[in-house]
């Protein structure tokens, strides 16, 4: 999986990081030479580039990647003009941070695919959402522990947890299921899952990485 973050700020920076520990080939780009020099050994590539300019992206062969997370904020029109260059060269997947919800609609009305407000998204929870894409919702904690929104893999459907082998096979606990049109409720080990449950899953990340990869 290849990924472009426009932005090497806070957000964009921890974002970039955490994709390259997933091992994720990211591309870092921002318009400022000191923070693309700051960040060049922690990315697996990078550049210098006015991301308003559809033809310096399109150089950079920007509209191949995968997903394209553009992390500038506080310059309100720089944000709207590269999400519209990005649309330009044909991006097919566009994550971009907004700092208002004012902001946000903007980019939404435009034509950016996902937006995201740094007080409700962090960068590390957007990872996982922009890799692991059954990840419905996501939230870390402490000690690489964390929960997970997802919706249920086919191999559990029809088994109750106790049966089902979910902590042999994934080392995941499911905390609550929500069945269609229900709300959640807490799961027991006579929980039977059935297809199209959505499940709150808790483990470590990459535990529930493997969870969310399974269909």
């Not at 400022?32 to 033809?55: F, G, N, R």
């Not at 904020?73 to 260059?85: F, H, K, N, R, Y």
């Not at 907004?98 to 946000?104: C, D, V």
Request: hydrophobic share 45%.
């Amino acid at each position: 999986m290849r990924v472009a973050v426009i932005g090497l700020g806070r957000f964009g920076a921890s974002l970039a990081v955490e994709l390259v520990e997933q091992g994720v080939e990211v591309l870092g780009l921002d318009g400022d030479p000191a923070l693309v020099q700051k960040y060049a050994d922690e990315v697996s590539d990078s550049a210098v580039v006015d991301s308003t300019d559809p033809q310096a992206l399109k150089q950079l062969g920007v509209e191949t990647f995968d997903h394209v997370v553009v992390g500038i904020g506080s310059d309100l029109e720089g944000s709207v003009l590269t999400v519209s260059a990005l649309l330009d060269i044909g991006v097919a997947d566009i994550w971009a941070k907004a700092i208002s919800r004012q902001h946000a609609r903007i980019l939404e009305r435009i034509g950016a695919h996902h937006v995201v407000l740094p007080e409700h998204e962090m960068g590390a929870r957007v990872a996982h959402l922009v890799i692991d894409r059954r990840m419905l919702d996501y939230v870390e904690f402490d000690d690489d522990f964390a929960m997970a929104k997802a919706p249920a893999p086919r191999d559990l459907v029809g088994f109750d947890l106790k049966s089902s082998k979910i902590r042999t096979n994934y080392d995941v606990t499911i905390v609550a299921v929500k069945r269609r049109g229900a709300e959640f409720t807490f799961a027991g080990l006579d929980t039977v899952v059935h297809e199209g449950d959505v499940l709150i899953v808790a483990g470590h990340r990459r535990a529930l990485a493997r969870f969310a990869e399974s269909e």
